[in-house]
């Protein structure tokens, strides 16, 4: 593919004020919630597991995928983008194409060679090649089924890809996307590259899950992605930096504070990310156009 023309974006590139609070306000209808729910009885997972989960809101897998599965899933990816965004389509904050959906980087790379250099998430991938492939997997589903129940269904995929300057996100807390009925969701995270300060890890707050729906106003940095919101009022100071390794899969409770940092480095940033829900979560009246309900373990499957 040719070189993206990255400097030459006309002044809308940045989504608008308007458009970003409409989004936080959204956001922000979740504010309040609470989720209580501990694992009691822990079949699959260790003791030490199911105290970091109760406790600190997360658990660290080392080395749960292999290199060659990261490789693959980094390679899929980039024949899916470019399957979706020809080189002759001008800008867009996002395409769509195939039942997926990519999501532009808003701010200006102007190293970019390739349309992935521009992109900053896709969404909708669970249902095919090695993505799916992954929430099949029995080990994965044990875990997850001491965290929901028997009963378990994959609703939300996306590929992150952390491009050199990229800034990070914000803190948030991932439920307050999530206007479901029930909680908590749960999120996988597949480190696909290593992660590290320099290139934009992932920054938690243990404990975090614990505390309520917070507030998330609108990220004002110019250029940020659209659907960036912000925690502003809590204490972040004992935040851990997640320095994950290549094939390191850390599992996440949905009201876990969470943020990354900018990519200062020279390489890209890769990680696959899912989210687990009980089967039969209502949705609400009108559901995400970035989710798609999978049925993987539990009497959902009696239906497919």
Excluded at 101 to 107: G, P, S, T, Y
Excluded at 241 to 263: A, E, Q, R, T
């Amino acid at each position: 593919m040719e070189k993206i023309e990255s400097s030459g974006v006309p002044e809308d590139r940045d989504v608008s004020k308007t458009s970003k609070e409409e989004f936080s306000s959204t956001v922000n209808r979740q504010k309040g919630r609470v989720s209580r729910k501990l694992v009691e009885k822990n079949l699959y997972i260790s003791k030490e597991q199911k105290k970091s989960w109760n406790e600190e809101g997360y658990i660290l897998l080392k080395g749960f995928c292999s290199e060659k599965f990261c490789d693959q899933l980094n390679q899929e990816v980039i024949e899916i983008i470019h399957s979706i965004v020809k080189k002759e389509d001008g800008f867009s904050h996002a395409y769509a194409g195939n039942g997926h959906l990519a999501i532009r980087e808003m701010k200006p790379n102007q190293n970019a060679k390739n349309i992935e250099d521009e992109i900053s998430k896709l969404f909708r991938i669970h249902s095919t090649g090695s993505f799916k492939e992954f929430i099949h997997r029995e080990d994965l589903l044990d875990i997850l089924e001491d965290l929901l129940g028997g009963d378990i269904d994959c609703f939300l995929s996306q590929f992150i890809f952390k491009n050199p300057g990229a800034w990070g996100q914000p803190w948030h807390q991932d439920s307050s996307y999530f206007p479901f009925d029930r909680e908590p969701q749960v999120g996988v995270w597949i480190a696909t590259s290593k992660a590290t300060l320099e290139n934009g890890c992932l920054v938690v707050l243990p404990e975090s899950h614990l505390e309520p729906l917070h507030e998330h106003l609108p990220d004002e940095r110019e250029n940020s992605n659209y659907g960036y919101t912000e925690i502003k009022d809590h204490d972040f100071s004992k935040e851990i930096p997640m320095l994950l390794d290549k094939g390191d899969v850390l599992i996440f409770h949905s009201f876990l504070m969470h943020k990354s940092y900018d990519n200062k480095s020279t390489e890209r940033r890769t990680a696959m990310v899912y989210h687990f829900a009980e089967t039969g979560t209502n949705f609400g009246d009108l559901d995400s156009p970035t989710n798609e309900w999978i049925s993987v373990r539990g009497r959902g499957l009696l239906n497919e």
